[in-house]
Each structure stands twice: as structure tokens, then as C-alpha cells.
């Protein structure tokens, strides 16, 4: 029921920095795993990071590993995809969606949204 929404991307050049953020409509007392998707032309939507519920437990793709932090603050519902080090290729359309858990299956819970474009080119 509660809607997730993604923010903060643009346009930067390789090797800069920005900061995605997603974040839950209204208040909500329940916090699930969440994990951001990213999707670039021509390519399958992939997983490329996951947050447990309490922040304790954090996964990422082999991709981002090294570059790219999430986190989470419960008390602002939001979480947090912290991104260094850009490359071209990770030029994609970023989503965020709650998750049933941050290892095997990858399905979420509820819809996709709309998603933030993150643009790396120089």
C-alpha cells in the first residue's frame, strides 16, 4: 500500500558522486528489506543493492561492490544509495522496491515506480 519514490539522480561525469534516495509516503511503522534495481537500454532490470529491515545486513552486486554504500533511516522511512566513483555504465533508470529478504529471490513486494535516471557521460 505504501508508495516508495525514488530521487536524487542526473547528470555526472565518470567518476563523480550522487546520492539516490527513496522514500515512503506517509508515515509507516513497518520497515521491510528494501533493494534498488537498475534498468539501462536494451538490458534486464538487475538487482544492484539490498538493506535489511534494521539496516544490520547490507548486499550488493559484484558491479557496484567497492563504489556504491546504501543505507537507511527508518525514522525518515528513506533509504539511501550513495554512489562514487561513476562509470558509464551505470547509466540506467534506478528503482527502489521493498523486498522479502537480501539473499535468493530478488521479488518485491507491491509495484514499480517511476524510478530516477542516473546519466554518466562526459
Known amino acids: 500500500q505504501l508508495q516508495l519514490v525514488e530521487s536524487g539522480g542526473g547528470l555526472v561525469q565518470p567518476g563523480g558522486s550522487l546520492r539516490l534516495s527513496c522514500a515512503a509516503s506517509g508515515f509507516t511503522s513497518d520497515h521491510y528489506h528494501v533493494g534498488w534495481f537498475r534498468q539501462a537500454p536494451g538490458k534486464e532490470r538487475e538487482g544492484v543493492s539490498c538493506?535489511?529491515?534494521?539496516?544490520?545486513?547490507?548486499v550488493y552486486a559484484d558491479s557496484v561492490k567497492g563504489r556504491f554504500t546504501i543505507s537507511r533511516d527508518n525514522a525518515k522511512n528513506t533509504v539511501y544509495l550513495q554512489m562514487n566513483s561513476l562509470k558509464p555504465e551505470d547509466t540506467a533508470v534506478y528503482y527502489c522496491a521493498r523486498r522479502l529478504s537480501c539473499s535468493g529471490s530478488t521479488l518485491i513486494i507491491g509495484s514499480w515506480g517511476q524510478g530516477t535516471q542516473v546519466t554518466v557521460s562526459s
Open positions: 538493506i535489511s529491515s534494521g539496516g544490520g545486513v547490507t
